[in-house]
């Protein structure tokens, strides 16, 4: 008989900051491409993921009663190349060597190399799809065995990685903050295509099974519906959807280049962070397994 992980709230920390800081990485590499006079917000990016993702794997240490109680599990994780947790200690492990090497040499004021840029951006992608592959593993919870899961994780990563550059972007270097358009414009895309994706887990989940149907019910209209409608549909996607339309589609250059902007940006990208933790901890806390019962013999 083999038993399967109960994952605690300390694990959608995890799974947030893991893919925020992929996330940001990407965003870095992005600037690099297409907006390499962003240097400021660049190395902003540089700083965020490494730090956030090392602070997510403490917080792993923690969970589940081992960790730092049993510091040789992590070590036999190493050993089952089988297993999607050993691949997620290789690819954590990569990126976070990657992401720090890239902090070093801004540090050091050294250019960084656009193929490191793409190495670690790679890299990024990979820690923010494994983040849903790791709930995936949980076969007797249908919220979480789900092939839209990691594409779902995917596109919030990407998406919060880029909101905690903007927003620091925003006071650290306004200018910059300006001239990322074409950032922005990708940025405004992906809170639309995370709520569809949304909407699609959870009419997918609900078809599967009692437990499937359950899960999904305790999110839209049982114990998590205020935090599923209002904190992660209200303030992590329509909200942002909604100002920034405003902002880059309908109001004057001058005034989205104002004061005034920046702090309607500031609460746009607040609101995909909030969203973004709250899609996982979600996620986590209404999934109901599936109930098996055992003949007794």
């Not at 090392?54 to 992590?74: E, Q, T």
Request: hydrophobic share 60%.
């Amino acid at each position: 008989m083999s038993f399967e992980p109960i994952w605690s709230g300390i694990i959608a920390c995890y799974l947030f900051l893991g893919g925020l800081g992929g996330g940001a990485f990407a965003t870095s590499a992005f600037l690099a491409w297409r907006h390499p006079e962003a240097v400021t917000m660049r190395k902003l990016g540089h700083w965020i993921a490494p730090i956030v993702v090392i602070v997510g794997l403490v917080l792993l240490m923690f969970d589940a009663k081992a960790g730092l109680h049993n510091p040789l599990r992590f070590a036999l994780l190493l050993t089952n190349f089988g297993s999607v947790m050993t691949w997620g200690v290789v690819i954590l492990a990569a990126f976070v060597i990657v992401a720090l090497v890239a902090l070093v040499m801004d540090l050091k004021k050294r250019r960084v190399p656009m193929a490191l840029e793409i190495v670690g951006a790679v890299l990024g992608i990979c820690v923010a799809i494994y983040t849903g592959c790791l709930l995936g593993v949980c076969k007797t919870f249908p919220l979480w065995n789900n092939a839209l899961l990691p594409i779902l994780f995917l596109v919030s990563a990407v998406s919060t990685g880029m909101a905690a550059v903007l927003l620091a972007g925003v006071f650290k270097c306004p200018e910059e903050f300006n001239r990322v358009g074409v950032l922005k414009k990708f940025h405004f895309c992906l809170p639309i295509i995370e709520l569809v994706l949304v909407a699609s887990l959870c009419f997918i989940t609900a078809q599967t099974n009692t437990a499937g149907w359950e899960s999904v019910m305790s999110l839209v209209s049982g114990e998590w519906v205020l935090w599923f409608w209002i904190g992660l549909v209200a303030i992590g996607l329509v909200l942002p959807t909604v100002l920034e339309t405003w902002l880059l589609f309908f109001s004057p250059k001058e005034f989205e280049e104002s004061r005034k902007a920046h702090w309607i940006s500031f609460f746009s990208d607040a609101g995909v962070l909030v969203g973004g933790f709250l899609l996982r901890f979600l996620i986590v806390a209404a999934a109901v397994p599936l109930t098996i019962v055992v003949p007794l013999a």
